[in-house]
Protein backbone atom coordinates (compact mmCIF):
# COMPACT_ATOMS: atom_id res chain seq x y z
CA UNK A 1 0.00 0.00 0.00
CA UNK A 2 1.47 3.24 -1.03
CA UNK A 3 1.25 6.39 1.17
CA UNK A 4 -0.77 8.24 -0.64
CA UNK A 5 -3.03 5.00 -0.16
CA UNK A 6 -2.59 4.82 3.24
CA UNK A 7 -3.96 8.99 3.49
CA UNK A 8 -7.39 8.54 1.66
CA UNK A 9 -9.53 8.43 4.52
CA UNK A 10 -12.88 7.89 2.78
CA UNK A 11 -15.88 9.48 4.32
CA UNK A 12 -19.03 7.56 3.77
CA UNK A 13 -21.14 8.19 7.47
CA UNK A 14 -24.39 9.61 6.91
CA UNK A 15 -26.21 12.01 9.37
CA UNK A 16 -29.26 10.91 11.39
CA UNK A 17 -33.06 10.54 9.82
CA UNK A 18 -34.36 13.94 12.29
CA UNK A 19 -38.05 14.30 12.71
CA UNK A 20 -39.13 16.18 14.97
CA UNK A 21 -37.44 15.70 18.54
CA UNK A 22 -36.55 11.97 17.13
CA UNK A 23 -33.19 11.20 15.70
CA UNK A 24 -33.08 7.66 13.91
CA UNK A 25 -30.00 5.77 12.84
CA UNK A 26 -32.19 4.10 10.03
CA UNK A 27 -33.82 6.03 7.39
CA UNK A 28 -35.88 3.00 7.21
CA UNK A 29 -39.15 3.05 9.35
CA UNK A 30 -41.09 0.12 9.25
CA UNK A 31 -44.98 -1.10 9.87
CA UNK A 32 -45.84 -4.19 12.14
CA UNK A 33 -49.18 -5.53 10.72
CA UNK A 34 -49.85 -8.21 8.30
CA UNK A 35 -47.57 -10.78 9.56
CA UNK A 36 -48.39 -14.34 9.98
CA UNK A 37 -47.24 -14.61 13.56
CA UNK A 38 -45.71 -12.16 16.49
CA UNK A 39 -42.44 -14.21 15.90
CA UNK A 40 -41.96 -13.41 12.19
CA UNK A 41 -42.85 -9.56 12.79
CA UNK A 42 -39.59 -9.85 15.47
CA UNK A 43 -37.47 -11.81 13.28
CA UNK A 44 -38.56 -9.29 10.54
CA UNK A 45 -38.34 -5.86 12.66
CA UNK A 46 -34.50 -7.38 13.47
CA UNK A 47 -33.67 -7.92 9.74
CA UNK A 48 -34.70 -4.32 8.59
CA UNK A 49 -32.57 -2.80 10.66
CA UNK A 50 -34.86 -0.14 11.74
CA UNK A 51 -34.89 1.41 14.96
CA UNK A 52 -38.71 3.01 14.48
CA UNK A 53 -41.77 0.87 14.18
CA UNK A 54 -45.12 1.95 13.46
CA UNK A 55 -48.01 0.55 15.23
CA UNK A 56 -51.94 1.40 15.40
CA UNK A 57 -54.21 2.04 17.96
CA UNK A 58 -57.71 -0.55 18.10
CA UNK A 59 -60.24 -1.22 20.07
CA UNK A 60 -62.42 -4.54 21.00
CA UNK A 61 -59.47 -7.28 19.95
CA UNK A 62 -57.53 -6.98 22.77
CA UNK A 63 -55.83 -9.43 22.27
CA UNK A 64 -54.96 -11.46 18.66
CA UNK A 65 -56.76 -14.84 18.00
CA UNK A 66 -53.59 -16.65 20.00
CA UNK A 67 -54.29 -14.27 22.85
CA UNK A 68 -50.80 -11.81 21.99
CA UNK A 69 -49.97 -8.18 21.91
CA UNK A 70 -48.00 -7.06 19.93
CA UNK A 71 -46.66 -5.01 22.87
CA UNK A 72 -44.80 -8.20 24.15
CA UNK A 73 -42.92 -8.74 20.76
CA UNK A 74 -41.61 -5.74 20.34
CA UNK A 75 -37.99 -4.61 22.45
CA UNK A 76 -39.53 -0.82 23.53
CA UNK A 77 -35.91 -0.30 25.11
CA UNK A 78 -34.71 -0.64 21.31
CA UNK A 79 -37.81 0.60 18.99
CA UNK A 80 -39.47 3.85 19.38
CA UNK A 81 -42.92 3.41 18.02
CA UNK A 82 -44.39 5.58 16.07
CA UNK A 83 -48.48 5.32 16.56
CA UNK A 84 -50.70 5.98 14.28
CA UNK A 85 -54.58 6.75 12.88
CA UNK A 86 -54.40 4.27 10.43
CA UNK A 87 -58.25 3.55 9.34
CA UNK A 88 -59.74 6.77 10.60
CA UNK A 89 -61.77 8.49 7.76
CA UNK A 90 -62.31 12.06 9.65
CA UNK A 91 -60.35 14.76 11.59
CA UNK A 92 -62.08 14.31 14.64
CA UNK A 93 -61.56 10.34 14.98
CA UNK A 94 -57.79 10.66 13.65
CA UNK A 95 -57.23 13.46 16.45
CA UNK A 96 -58.87 10.97 19.06
CA UNK A 97 -56.59 7.94 17.79
CA UNK A 98 -53.39 9.80 18.00
CA UNK A 99 -54.46 11.13 21.49
CA UNK A 100 -55.24 7.39 22.49
CA UNK A 101 -51.38 6.47 21.32
CA UNK A 102 -49.61 8.99 23.20
CA UNK A 103 -51.08 8.19 26.60
CA UNK A 104 -50.48 4.52 25.85
CA UNK A 105 -47.08 5.18 24.64
CA UNK A 106 -46.47 7.74 27.67
CA UNK A 107 -47.39 5.02 30.18
CA UNK A 108 -45.10 2.63 28.46
CA UNK A 109 -42.13 5.46 28.86
CA UNK A 110 -41.75 5.05 25.33
CA UNK A 111 -39.92 8.24 23.75
CA UNK A 112 -43.00 8.00 20.90
CA UNK A 113 -45.59 9.43 22.89
CA UNK A 114 -44.43 12.88 21.68
CA UNK A 115 -45.16 12.22 17.46
CA UNK A 116 -48.26 10.56 15.77
CA UNK A 117 -48.26 9.00 11.87
CA UNK A 118 -51.31 11.36 10.82
CA UNK A 119 -53.70 9.30 8.22
CA UNK A 120 -57.17 10.40 6.93
CA UNK A 121 -58.62 8.27 4.64
CA UNK A 122 -60.73 9.18 2.25
CA UNK A 123 -61.81 6.57 0.27
CA UNK A 124 -61.71 2.56 1.44
CA UNK A 125 -60.70 1.34 -1.72
CA UNK A 126 -57.64 3.31 -2.51
CA UNK A 127 -57.11 4.16 0.84
CA UNK A 128 -56.09 7.22 -0.33
CA UNK A 129 -56.25 9.79 1.81
CA UNK A 130 -58.72 12.87 2.53
CA UNK A 131 -56.77 16.00 1.75
CA UNK A 132 -59.16 18.26 3.84
CA UNK A 133 -59.73 16.25 6.72
CA UNK A 134 -55.85 15.25 7.15
CA UNK A 135 -55.17 19.60 7.16
CA UNK A 136 -57.38 19.98 9.78
CA UNK A 137 -56.24 17.12 11.49
CA UNK A 138 -52.79 17.50 11.35
CA UNK A 139 -53.33 21.76 12.33
CA UNK A 140 -55.34 20.80 15.63
CA UNK A 141 -52.22 17.94 16.53
CA UNK A 142 -49.70 20.40 15.85
CA UNK A 143 -51.33 22.70 18.52
CA UNK A 144 -51.84 19.84 20.71
CA UNK A 145 -48.18 18.84 20.86
CA UNK A 146 -47.85 16.38 18.66
CA UNK A 147 -44.71 16.19 16.55
CA UNK A 148 -47.01 15.15 13.08
CA UNK A 149 -45.85 12.91 10.13
CA UNK A 150 -48.68 13.17 7.77
CA UNK A 151 -49.35 10.61 5.40
CA UNK A 152 -50.99 11.81 2.02
CA UNK A 153 -51.07 11.65 -1.86
CA UNK A 154 -48.15 12.74 -4.23
CA UNK A 155 -49.81 16.23 -4.74
CA UNK A 156 -47.57 18.58 -4.20
CA UNK A 157 -50.16 21.30 -3.50
CA UNK A 158 -51.38 19.34 -0.18
CA UNK A 159 -47.91 18.72 0.75
CA UNK A 160 -47.23 22.35 0.94
CA UNK A 161 -50.82 22.89 2.94
CA UNK A 162 -49.31 20.47 5.13
CA UNK A 163 -45.69 21.48 5.74
CA UNK A 164 -47.31 25.16 6.28
CA UNK A 165 -49.67 24.05 9.14
CA UNK A 166 -46.76 22.74 10.83
CA UNK A 167 -46.16 19.21 9.90
CA UNK A 168 -42.66 17.58 11.15
CA UNK A 169 -42.57 15.55 8.07
CA UNK A 170 -44.74 15.16 5.08
CA UNK A 171 -44.76 11.44 3.85
CA UNK A 172 -46.18 11.51 0.20
CA UNK A 173 -47.56 8.22 -0.68
CA UNK A 174 -45.53 6.18 -3.74
CA UNK A 175 -49.04 4.68 -5.13
CA UNK A 176 -52.15 3.17 -2.62
CA UNK A 177 -51.40 1.61 0.65
CA UNK A 178 -50.73 -2.31 0.28
CA UNK A 179 -50.76 -1.99 -3.53
CA UNK A 180 -47.25 -2.48 -4.31
CA UNK A 181 -47.20 -0.39 -7.46
CA UNK A 182 -44.03 1.44 -6.26
CA UNK A 183 -43.69 5.34 -6.98
CA UNK A 184 -46.55 5.71 -9.69
CA UNK A 185 -45.37 9.31 -10.14
CA UNK A 186 -41.50 9.94 -9.80
CA UNK A 187 -42.26 13.67 -11.04
CA UNK A 188 -44.55 14.07 -8.77
CA UNK A 189 -42.06 13.63 -5.57
CA UNK A 190 -39.40 15.20 -7.51
CA UNK A 191 -41.95 18.11 -6.88
CA UNK A 192 -42.75 17.96 -3.47
CA UNK A 193 -38.92 17.61 -2.59
CA UNK A 194 -38.06 20.58 -4.53
CA UNK A 195 -41.10 22.87 -2.92
CA UNK A 196 -40.29 21.42 0.87
CA UNK A 197 -36.62 21.48 0.98
CA UNK A 198 -36.35 24.71 -1.41
CA UNK A 199 -35.90 27.15 1.56
CA UNK A 200 -35.42 24.53 4.54
CA UNK A 201 -33.31 21.75 3.04
CA UNK A 202 -33.05 19.58 6.34
CA UNK A 203 -36.95 19.13 6.38
CA UNK A 204 -37.66 15.47 6.03
CA UNK A 205 -39.87 13.76 3.33
CA UNK A 206 -40.82 10.40 3.91
CA UNK A 207 -42.07 8.28 1.37
CA UNK A 208 -44.90 6.14 3.25
CA UNK A 209 -47.02 3.87 1.14
CA UNK A 210 -47.12 1.91 -1.87
CA UNK A 211 -43.50 -0.30 -1.92
CA UNK A 212 -43.30 -3.48 -3.79
CA UNK A 213 -40.05 -4.59 -3.85
CA UNK A 214 -36.96 -3.28 -2.63
CA UNK A 215 -35.97 -1.39 -6.11
CA UNK A 216 -38.87 0.55 -4.94
CA UNK A 217 -37.39 1.92 -1.78
CA UNK A 218 -33.76 2.51 -3.29
CA UNK A 219 -35.66 4.47 -6.17
CA UNK A 220 -37.05 6.43 -3.22
CA UNK A 221 -33.85 7.72 -1.78
CA UNK A 222 -32.12 8.45 -5.00
CA UNK A 223 -34.98 10.86 -5.93
CA UNK A 224 -33.85 12.29 -2.41
CA UNK A 225 -36.40 11.06 0.07
CA UNK A 226 -35.16 11.50 3.73
CA UNK A 227 -37.04 7.83 4.59
CA UNK A 228 -39.37 5.22 3.52
CA UNK A 229 -42.02 4.10 5.23
CA UNK A 230 -43.45 0.64 4.76
CA UNK A 231 -45.17 -2.48 5.90
CA UNK A 232 -46.63 -4.82 3.66
CA UNK A 233 -43.76 -5.51 0.61
CA UNK A 234 -42.61 -6.95 3.74
CA UNK A 235 -45.04 -8.94 5.72
CA UNK A 236 -46.46 -10.14 2.45
CA UNK A 237 -43.39 -11.41 0.60
CA UNK A 238 -43.27 -14.52 0.46
CA UNK A 239 -40.18 -14.80 2.97
CA UNK A 240 -40.63 -11.75 5.16
CA UNK A 241 -37.60 -11.81 7.05
CA UNK A 242 -35.15 -11.85 4.14
CA UNK A 243 -37.36 -9.25 2.29
CA UNK A 244 -36.58 -7.23 5.48
CA UNK A 245 -32.97 -7.38 5.21
CA UNK A 246 -33.51 -6.50 1.61
CA UNK A 247 -34.88 -3.43 2.55
CA UNK A 248 -32.47 -2.37 4.96
CA UNK A 249 -29.58 -2.88 1.58
CA UNK A 250 -31.70 -0.96 -0.58
CA UNK A 251 -32.13 2.06 1.56
CA UNK A 252 -28.65 2.12 1.95
CA UNK A 253 -28.25 1.63 -1.38
CA UNK A 254 -30.71 3.82 -2.56
CA UNK A 255 -29.25 6.63 0.09
CA UNK A 256 -25.10 6.48 -0.61
CA UNK A 257 -26.17 6.65 -4.57
CA UNK A 258 -28.28 9.74 -4.04
CA UNK A 259 -25.71 11.51 -1.31
CA UNK A 260 -22.63 10.35 -4.38
CA UNK A 261 -24.70 11.39 -7.11
CA UNK A 262 -25.82 9.82 -10.33
CA UNK A 263 -23.94 10.53 -13.43
CA UNK A 264 -25.90 12.05 -16.15
CA UNK A 265 -27.33 10.19 -18.81
CA UNK A 266 -26.06 10.32 -22.00
CA UNK A 267 -27.53 9.99 -25.54
CA UNK A 268 -24.66 7.94 -26.26
CA UNK A 269 -22.10 5.48 -24.80
CA UNK A 270 -18.92 6.99 -23.29
CA UNK A 271 -16.38 4.16 -23.34
CA UNK A 272 -14.53 3.53 -19.92
CA UNK A 273 -11.41 2.17 -21.39
CA UNK A 274 -8.44 4.15 -23.14
CA UNK A 275 -9.25 4.67 -26.67
CA UNK A 276 -5.38 5.13 -27.39
CA UNK A 277 -3.06 2.15 -28.49
CA UNK A 278 -6.43 0.42 -29.50
CA UNK A 279 -5.30 -3.23 -31.05
CA UNK A 280 -8.78 -3.60 -33.26
CA UNK A 281 -9.23 -1.04 -35.86
CA UNK A 282 -12.89 0.26 -36.03
CA UNK A 283 -15.68 -0.13 -38.32
CA UNK A 284 -16.24 2.65 -40.83
CA UNK A 285 -13.10 4.19 -40.53
CA UNK A 286 -14.99 7.32 -38.95
CA UNK A 287 -14.97 8.67 -35.40
CA UNK A 288 -19.30 9.11 -34.42
CA UNK A 289 -20.28 12.30 -32.63
CA UNK A 290 -20.93 10.63 -29.56
CA UNK A 291 -17.50 9.41 -29.17
CA UNK A 292 -15.95 12.78 -28.86
CA UNK A 293 -13.52 13.29 -25.53
CA UNK A 294 -13.93 9.53 -24.40
CA UNK A 295 -10.75 8.45 -23.93
CA UNK A 296 -10.94 8.38 -19.99
CA UNK A 297 -10.09 5.53 -18.02
CA UNK A 298 -12.22 3.96 -16.00
CA UNK A 299 -13.71 0.48 -15.15
CA UNK A 300 -15.25 -0.67 -17.75
CA UNK B 1 -77.74 -1.18 38.14
CA UNK B 2 -75.64 0.90 35.93
CA UNK B 3 -75.87 1.08 32.29
CA UNK B 4 -72.71 1.86 30.90
CA UNK B 5 -70.81 1.57 27.26
CA UNK B 6 -67.55 -0.44 26.61
CA UNK B 7 -66.57 -0.58 23.08
CA UNK B 8 -69.87 0.09 21.66
CA UNK B 9 -71.21 -3.26 23.55
CA UNK B 10 -73.96 -2.46 26.60
CA UNK B 11 -72.32 -3.10 29.98
CA UNK B 12 -74.20 -4.02 33.35
CA UNK B 13 -72.33 -2.68 36.42
CA UNK B 14 -73.74 -3.90 39.92
CA UNK B 15 -73.04 0.06 40.87
CA UNK B 16 -71.24 2.64 39.96
CA UNK B 17 -67.33 2.08 39.81
CA UNK B 18 -64.25 3.72 39.51
CA UNK B 19 -62.76 3.65 36.11
CA UNK B 20 -59.74 1.14 37.56
CA UNK B 21 -62.47 -1.06 39.11
CA UNK B 22 -64.10 -1.34 35.52
CA UNK B 23 -60.51 -1.87 34.01
CA UNK B 24 -59.82 -4.90 36.45
CA UNK B 25 -62.34 -6.67 34.23
CA UNK B 26 -60.41 -6.78 31.15
CA UNK B 27 -57.38 -8.88 31.22
CA UNK B 28 -54.54 -6.86 29.73
CA UNK B 29 -51.31 -5.07 31.36
CA UNK B 30 -52.87 -1.45 32.50
CA UNK B 31 -49.96 -0.12 30.64
CA UNK B 32 -50.99 -1.50 27.30
CA UNK B 33 -54.30 0.22 27.43
CA UNK B 34 -55.60 4.35 26.74
CA UNK B 35 -59.25 4.41 27.88
CA UNK B 36 -61.29 7.63 27.00
CA UNK B 37 -64.76 7.99 28.96
CA UNK B 38 -67.34 10.00 26.74
CA UNK B 39 -64.44 11.19 24.29
CA UNK B 40 -62.02 12.28 26.51
CA UNK B 41 -58.88 10.29 27.16
CA UNK B 42 -58.39 10.01 31.21
CA UNK B 43 -54.90 9.57 32.04
CA UNK B 44 -53.85 6.52 34.01
CA UNK B 45 -53.17 8.64 37.17
CA UNK B 46 -56.60 9.49 37.49
CA UNK B 47 -57.98 5.53 36.92
CA UNK B 48 -58.13 5.56 40.38
CA UNK B 49 -60.27 8.61 41.01
CA UNK B 50 -62.62 8.95 37.75
CA UNK B 51 -66.28 7.29 38.81
CA UNK B 52 -68.28 6.04 36.17
CA UNK B 53 -71.85 6.31 35.91
CA UNK B 54 -75.12 5.68 34.08
CA UNK B 55 -74.84 6.59 30.62
CA UNK B 56 -70.79 6.87 30.49
CA UNK B 57 -69.26 5.01 26.87
CA UNK B 58 -65.54 3.99 27.54
CA UNK B 59 -63.57 3.19 24.72
CA UNK B 60 -60.91 1.05 25.78
CA UNK B 61 -57.79 0.80 23.12
CA UNK B 62 -54.67 -0.99 22.59
CA UNK B 63 -51.85 -1.00 20.35
CA UNK B 64 -52.27 -3.75 17.27
CA UNK B 65 -49.76 -4.51 14.03
CA UNK B 66 -50.35 -1.78 11.62
CA UNK B 67 -48.46 0.47 9.15
Not at chain 1, 18 to 35: A, C, D, E, F
Not at chain 1, 81 to 98: E, F, Q
Not at chain 1, 135 to 162: H, I, K, M, W
Not at chain 1, 260 to 279: D, T
Amino acid sequence: MTAENQSFQPKLSDSPLVVGNHRLSSRLIVGTGRYDTMEQMRASLEQSGSDCVTVAVRRERLYDRNGQNILDFIDLDRYTLLPNTAGCYNAKDAIRAAKLGREILRTLGNPGADWVKLEVLGDSRTLLPDPTETVVACEELVAEGFGVLCYTSDCPVTAQRLKAVGAASVMPAGSPIGSGQGLLNPNNLRIILEYLKEDDPEYPVIVDAGVGTASDVSAAFELGADGVLLNTAIAHARDPIRMSRAMQYAAMAGRDAFLAGRIPRRLYGAASSPSEGVISSRPYGTLGKGDQGNSQSGEG
Amino acid sequence: MVEITVNGQAVNLPRPMTLEEVLKRVDVPPNYLAVEVNAEVIPREEHSSHSIGNGDELEVVTLVGGG
